[in-house]
């Protein structure tokens, strides 16, 4: 079956360590994307990208870092300059154009 | 900038219908999403509008005024597993056709 992954779902993280996010998607989907969620809000976008070895910062980059070295993988790393990190982090993708968004089952970032 | 205003949350009994209202401002509107998301999920598509006027889909609908900057959410029927947030976004030409999401709106159905 087609569809996005991230794992792991749950992870905890001591303050000033950086942590890696996974995303990994099997639709040939062009476009991918980061979103931040915090409870009861709408989302953020992190970073996007729209190519292979090309992405864009989205309205919070800071303190996120990513890499778009295969069309299928979009790998977040939050770093330790991110002075709010804990937070729900889905993965989207698309085709490029006026297309919906489909997104991965998201990953919960504890950070203490 | 963007700016899409939506409310917090709305209850609404088993059965009943309930309008979810989303209004923008944004310039090179390029199309008007709306994603149903229950607890600690991911969100999911329901339907996009990019023309004036109403599409529906099963018991949902979605309506769009461009000139009034105005969309709703309408469910019918509703069902206890109706009971999520409902997130408005809308793509902009302008913003490098990314999605801006408003804060989404909380429905909790009653019986």
């Known amino acids: 079956d087609g569809g996005i992954t991230q794992s792991p779902k749950y992870l905890f993280r001591k303050e000033g360590q950086n942590v890696t996010l996974s995303c990994e998607q099997n639709?040939?989907?062009?476009?991918m994307y980061w979103y931040r969620q915090d409870p009861g809000q709408g989302l953020r976008l992190i970073y996007y990208?729209?190519?292979?070895?090309?992405?864009q910062k989205g309205d919070i980059a800071e303190g996120y870092s990513v890499s778009r070295e295969k069309k299928e993988s979009f790998p977040l790393t939050v770093t330790s300059a991110q002075k709010n990190p804990t937070a729900f982090y889905l993965c989207?993708?698309?085709?490029?154009?006026?297309?919906?968004?489909?997104f991965g089952p998201g990953t919960r970032l504890t950070v203490t | 900038g963007q700016n899409i205003d939506q409310p917090t949350e709305m209850t609404a009994t088993e059965g009943a219908i309930v309008q979810i209202n989303c209004t923008y401002q944004?310039?090179?509107?390029?199309?008007l999403f709306w994603y149903q998301q229950h607890a600690g999920e991911a969100p999911t598509f329901l339907s996009y509008?990019?023309?004036?006027g109403l599409e529906e889909k099963g018991r949902f609908s979605s309506f769009l005024s461009r000139s009034k900057g105005y969309s709703y959410l309408l469910l019918k029927e509703l069902q206890m597993k109706d009971s999520a947030s409902y997130l408005c976004?809308?793509?902009?030409?302008?913003?490098?056709?990314?999605?801006?999401f408003g804060g989404g709106t909380r429905v909790l159905v009653k019986p």
């Open positions: 989207a993708s698309s085709k490029q154009g006026a297309y919906e968004q489909y």
């Open positions: 639709l040939n989907h062009d476009a």
């Open positions: 990208s729209q190519i292979v070895n090309d992405f």
């Open positions: 944004t310039s090179g509107f390029n199309g």
């Open positions: 509008n990019v023309l004036d």
């Open positions: 976004a809308v793509r902009s030409q302008a913003a490098g056709n990314k999605l801006t």
